[in-house]
């Protein structure tokens, strides 16, 4: 691990202070969306700090298929500039696809330089950078607890510790965004 590159992040702390031999236990297992090359017109992804790395493989899937036309919306949210996670490679991956891909950045404790969104996701926010909900469009969320309540509620974990997608909450049932067209990790 990067100590310089992990900066504030509680969990890379930690896994920083272990010693050689300790353990960490992992939750894991992310609920697999079955995506298939042009089943949505228009991905949206909500990302949240570390949560850009669950849905990063798919947006990776859609560019890197010259088959697939689907468009894809990404706002991702992180407290600094220092702390995000792919920005380079989304960054790069927009400017290969600008007809396909466009990524909005939000920071809550932005540089006084910074160019992008300034705060925490909004209402407002997800309405300017989102499909809208209906026929053919999807919005994917990950990211933390906080984030994943306001946006569209967490997932249901039942006593066994299986995961379901539970109801849409939150802004984007504000937004009349219905179950069909929410996918939670």
Known sequence: INAEYMGEDPVAKHLLSLKPGQTVEFKGGLPAYPYRSGMHQHVGIIAGGAGVLATYQMVQEILGNPLDKTKVSILYADKSKDTM??????????????????VHYVLEQPPWFWGGGRGLITTDVIRANMPPPGRGNIVFVAGPKGMMDAVCGDMIQDSKGWCSQGAVTGM???????KQ?????
């Open 172 to 178: 984007l049932n504000e937004l009349r965004f219905r």
């Open 181 to 185: 067209h929410v996918w939670k990790f």
């Open 85 to 102: 996670l792919l920005r380079k490679e989304l960054d790069t991956l927009a400017k290969r696809h600008p007809r396909q891909l466009r």
